[in-house]
Structures are given as C-alpha cells and as structure tokens.
C-alpha cells in the first residue's frame, strides 16, 4: 500500500516547480494537499476582500490541477495547529511536507506546529520554496551579517548559482472512501467563495488568479514587454510591467520559473540594450528577495520602524486628511488618480506606490503605518514583507543608505503621466481639462469645486519645509 503524505499548501498555490511538493513526490505518489484557512488571519483588520478573491481564485485552480492528475486536494476552515496533528493521526500519515515562510506569525506558528509533530512522533520536512536563495545565503563578506542595504545585497545575490525548475507530479493518488469519511468529519469542506468568508468585491483583477494565468502573462511578458522594462515600467498608463507581483505572494508562480524565463531571454538575444532590461527585472526580483531577508532577519520591522529614533516622529496625524488620501480626494491629481486605481482595481502601479506613500508621510505627514494598513486593506498583491519595505523606504525610515526622499507630484506627473493618460482614466470628473493642468494640478479651486473635484488639502513646498524641519530634530538624535 502506498504510503499517505500530507502536504501543506501556504504560499505556494501551484502545482509546477514547488520544492516541497516535489520531495514529498519522492516518497509517495499518495500526496493529500490541504489549504487551511486560518480563522485568525482571516478576521484580521487588514485583510483585503480582492485578496481573498484571488487566493480563492487560486485554490480552485490548484484543487482542479490536484484532481486531474487523481488526487486529492482538501480545504479546512480551521488553524493548522488544530488540524494538522488529528489529519495525521487519523490518516495513518507517514509525513508532513510544507514550505517554510518569512513572516513572523508563520514562523512561530510553524515552530509551534513542528513541536506538537516533534512530541507524537511525527515526521515533517520543511524547505525554503518561495525564494532563490533563503534566508542566511546572502550575508556579507566582511562578518557573514544580513545586509541592510540593498545594492550590496544584489550584487552578492546575482553571482549566486541559482537552482532550475522542479518538476510537477504527474500523476497522484487521492484518498479512498473510508479516508474521505475520516476527513470529513475533520471538517473537510467544499471550497468557499470570498463573498461566503465576508468579502465581497465585485472589481476586475489586472492579472486573474492561478497558476495558468500567471504562466501566460510570463510569456506573454519576456516576449513582448520585457525589451522595454527599463523604461515602460515607469509610466503607469502603460501595459509596461508584469503584473504578477500577487501570483509571486500566492506562489502561483514560483521564482525559479521565472528565472529561468529570464535565462532563457538572456541567451536569445545578443543585444545589450535587451540584456540591460532584464537585468533591470531581474533587480526588482532581486528587491522582493531583499524585503523578504530583511523581514526574516529583523522581524521587528513588521512593528515599527527599522530606525531607533524615527520610533518618536512627531506625525501629525489629521484624520480627515487620512480620509481624504484613501478616497483619492487629496486635489494632486496624480496623487488621488493612483488611489482610485488601487480603490477600483486591488493594485496599483509602481510609481504610483512610490509617489502616494510619499505624499502620504512626508506632505500629510501621516504615520507611515496608516498607509501602509491601508494598502494591505486593499491590495490583492499585499505582501507584508514588500509593503512595509516599500513603506519604510518612502518614509526614510527602513533600510535605506538614502535618508531623505520627498516626492513632489506635480514634477512625477510631468516626468512618468506627461500626456496625463493615467491621471484622465481615473478621475472622470476632470479628464477634459488640459494635460498641463492635470500634470501640474494647477487647478484654481473654483474650478475643481464646480467640476466636482477638490482644490489641493495642502500646500505641497509648504509641507515639504515643515517635514524636514522635524526630520532634522528627529535626525539630531541619531
Ligand atoms: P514588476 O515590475 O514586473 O516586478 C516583478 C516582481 O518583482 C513583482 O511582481 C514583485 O514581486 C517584485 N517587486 C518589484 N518591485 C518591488 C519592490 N519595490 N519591492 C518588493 N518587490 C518588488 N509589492 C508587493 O508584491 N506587495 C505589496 O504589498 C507591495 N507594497 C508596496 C508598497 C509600497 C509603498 C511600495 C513603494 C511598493 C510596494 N510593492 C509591493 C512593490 C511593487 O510596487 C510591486 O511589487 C509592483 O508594483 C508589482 O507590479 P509587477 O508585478 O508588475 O512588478
């Protein structure tokens, strides 16, 4: 009889390439996948509807892909701690597979769960899945430390040997009767939609879940779009990027796939002008990495900021104006057209991330915090470890050789929306006035008002006078 493997999917929504998977193949062809969703993430405040959506999106494609090759995929709605050890017991399994993650509640919820196996005997094999190199394979030279700068890290990152594609199973042997009763009265369930876990969103996603769709879009992208990245991805009105940042998070696709990809470019071409291009995609898998090691090595950073004294920043923190920049009612056009895209749509682009986090910190002077809660409420790529990354890099409070960065939104606009493509798609109201208008947002308030929009909520040179006032007295203690 074959023996029963359990493997425990997390953020490795697929089928193809996943480490884990592929060493549990080794034992037996008997694999039962298994989802739990977690009640405690799941009622968490910052859990975004689109991101329910898509990992339920996801799953559904996964529990497909595990039934057509005759096995067996089972969703709980429970805490792994609860499930895991009764499925094991009650299945006869001969060992637990899963892929390790970077988070801090995954990590000691994890710990937690392999003590309770440790104690009953059990086997379990964790191994690192969702990067190309884990965490501890990139130190420094000098004292074998975690960067905390990034260009350093790339460097050493780059000239690391990077592994191939693991292979999917073909085919898998699912459970039996008897088994599925057993299973069943554990709690196994059909696969529920987002809206029957409380969230409900009815908008159209940039890239649609799934292991497929995320394998097209990579090869749609490194055949189409990927000879411009170094340019295109900066202007958000563009098709310039390849979307799969939330596939990434899901590990609907897996990084080495992707790599690979990227190989298999490089060697096509013998163009420099094309080699710099992926080298400079290349670099942004490189910083996804980056967040990730810096989250695994100072987990601190999912509390506050990487910087002692930036603890006591003096924010202002004005409620109303908060309001105003989630609604994308702040009156800097681009600044309100990137936070409709992300309240329409569960994504925003790049750029956008960048300029709406600065005006956020540094024009509001608003807890980066807030922002960074607010994007994780909304995003269906929200990602702790790149979001408060990205949050702390655009309020100078992370790991960053650069202290200070201030956006101003009218010259971005000029320089990354100049025809204001981007900035008329997503504020309707005021998509006929002239693109030097838009771009600047010089809009007399009289004219905003009756046009339904809103003059500006502050002064942008006076704001930015005012921030770094108290930055220096906040610097003065470093
Ligand atoms: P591409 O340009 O095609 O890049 C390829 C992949 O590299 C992305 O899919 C992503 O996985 C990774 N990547 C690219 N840029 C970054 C970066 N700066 N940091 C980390 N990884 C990167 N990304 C998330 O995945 N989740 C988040 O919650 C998130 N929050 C952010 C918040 C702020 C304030 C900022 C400034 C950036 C944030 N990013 C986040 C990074 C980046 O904006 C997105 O990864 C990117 O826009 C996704 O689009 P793409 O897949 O088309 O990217």
């Not at 899901?250 to 190989?263: D, H, L, S």
């Not at 309240?343 to 922002?371: P, Q, Y």
């Not at 990602?383 to 971005?412: C, E, H, T, V, Y």
Request: aromatic share 14%; with cysteine.
């Amino acid at each position: 009889m074959d023996n029963l493997i359990l493997f425990w999917h997390r953020k490795d929504l697929r089928i193809n390439d996943n480490i884990g998977l592929s060493e549990a193949e080794k034992y037996s062809k008997k694999i039962i996948g298994f989802f739990c969703l977690d009640p405690y993430i799941l009622n968490g405040d910052d859990v975004a509807p689109a991101r329910v959506k898509y990992m339920m999106g996801c799953l559904a494609e996964l529990r497909q892909k595990y039934q057509e090759r005759g096995g067996t995929f089972l969703i709980f709605k429970e805490s792994p701690k609860n499930i895991i050890p009764s499925l094991m017991k009650k299945l006869q399994g001969k060992a637990i597979f899963w892929n390790k993650d970077v988070e801090p509640y995954s990590r000691n919820r994890d710990r937690e769960i392999a003590q309770i196996l440790k104690d009953e005997n059990i086997e379990y094999n964790v191994f690192w899945d969702q990067l190309m190199h884990p965490p501890g394979d990139v130190l420094t030279k000098s004292n074998n430390s975690p960067y905390s700068v990034y260009g350093p890290f790339w460097r050493s990152w780059e000239k690391l040997e990077k592994r191939s594609p693991f292979f999917a199973p073909t085919s898998l042997i699912g459970l039996d009767e008897k088994e599925t009763e057993i299973v069943n009265q554990l709690g196994a369930m059909d696969l529920p939609t987002a809206e029957a876990l409380g969230y409900d969103w009815q908008g159209n996603f940039m890239l649609a879940p799934g292991e497929n769709a995320a394998l097209e879009r990579l090869d749609y992208f490194c055949s189409d779009l990927l000879v411009n990245y170094d340019e295109h991805r900066n202007f958000p009105a563009m098709d310039g990027t390849s979307l799969l940042s939330a596939a990434l998070k899901f590990g609907a696709i897996a990084p080495r796939t992707i790599w690979q990809k990227t190989v298999e470019e490089w060697e096509n071409t013998q163009s420099d002008e094309a080699r710099e291009n992926i080298t400079a995609w290349r670099k942004e898998l490189a910083w996804r990495e980056f967040y990730q090691h810096c989250l695994y090595f100072f987990p601190e950073l999912a509390q506050g900021p990487y910087r002692e004294h930036f603890k006591n920043f003096p924010w202002e923190n004005d409620e109303k104006k908060f309001q105003a920049w989630c609604e994308g009612k702040t009156g800097y056009p681009i600044v309100d057209a990137a936070m409709r895209q992300l309240n329409e749509t569960g994504w925003m682009h790049n750029r956008c991330r960048m300029i709406v986090a600065s005006f956020l910190t540094k024009d509001l002077i608003i807890d980066w915090r807030w922002g960074e809660k607010y994007f994780m409420q909304k995003l269906y790529d929200g990602d702790l470890a790149a979001n408060n990354g990205g949050w702390q890099w655009s309020a100078s409070s992370g790991m960053d050789p650069k202290p200070l960065r201030i956006f101003n939104p009218a010259s971005q606009a000029q320089k990354f929306d100049p025809e204001a493509q981007y900035i008329r798609q997503w504020l309707p109201e005021i998509r006929f006035l002239d693109t030097k208008d838009l771009v600047t947002g010089k809009i007399t308030p009289m004219d905003a008002t009756s046009y339904g929009y809103v003059p500006p909520i502050v002064d942008h040179k006076e704001q930015q006078r005012k921030f770094k006032a108290l930055y220096a007295q906040v610097k003065e203690q470093w």
